[in-house]
């Protein structure tokens, strides 16, 4: 399976991603290209470390946010991609992407689905919406990207503890390292193997 990341940031799913096909963990997998919507993201540099082809296609380099979402799109269906992977992708995904790829575009989301999610959760926020309601427990999910913000079909999901004395950026870490990096290769590996598919809007797991 050839599989296309987009990220925004530093990239440690994409870089968990790349650790866990050299390791054999994700098996049938290749990461075809990497895309990054501003140039200045680390995730380029790691995917040029890893020897991965990487560009950068950024809504600034268009006239209008139509423009880049045709862009964008007609770039993942010319790669021949089996697979879109948004690991820390901070763009709205336009609807014409999801119609060309539907259930195969995946998200990682850095909060248990559907709580912290949608319009205004992403990246610090989430933790920070997890931290100010002070719930006890958090974690991260893997869905299938439809029309809506983090509403499409949930692959996987693994719950994290909130310690006391946490603020947003030692939570978000340990989401990561206990959630985020483990179940999106886990799901990337699932999908490759064709163990995962959708029915009635629900994830069927073989
Ligand atoms: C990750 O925590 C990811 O779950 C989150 O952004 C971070 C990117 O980190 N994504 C979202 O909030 C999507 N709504 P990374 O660039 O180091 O992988």
């Not at 964008?72 to 790829?101: C, H, Q, W, Y």
């Amino acid at each position: 399976m050839k599989i296309a990341v987009l990220v925004s940031g530093g990239g440690t799913n994409l870089q968990a991603i790349i650790d866990k096909i050299a390791d054999g963990t994700i098996t049938n997998t290749e990461i075809a290209l990497v895309i990054a919507n501003n140039q200045g993201a680390f995730a380029l540099e790691r995917a040029a470390k890893a020897g991965i082809p990487a560009e950068c296609i950024s809504p600034k380099n268009f006239a209008s946010r139509d423009e880049f979402n045709v862009a964008l799109t007609n770039r993942l269906v010319e790669s021949g991609v089996d697979l879109i992977v948004l690991a820390g992708f901070l763009v709205n995904i336009p609807p014409m992407m999801v119609e060309k790829f539907p259930n195969k575009i995946i998200n990682i989301h850095p909060s248990l689905i559907p709580s912290f999610c949608g319009k205004g959760f992403y990246g610090l926020h989430v933790h920070e919406g997890v931290l100010a309601r002070g719930v006890k427990v958090t974690g991260a999910t893997v869905h299938f990207v439809d029309d809506g913000t983090d509403t499409g079909p949930i692959i996987l999901q693994k719950a994290v503890n909130v310690e006391q004395g946490d603020d947003p950026k030692t939570l978000q870490l340990r989401v990561m390292e206990q959630a985020e990096w483990n179940i999106l290769p886990q799901a990337i590996d699932m999908i490759a193997n064709g163990k995962v598919s959708v029915v009635d809007g629900h994830v069927i797991i073989e």
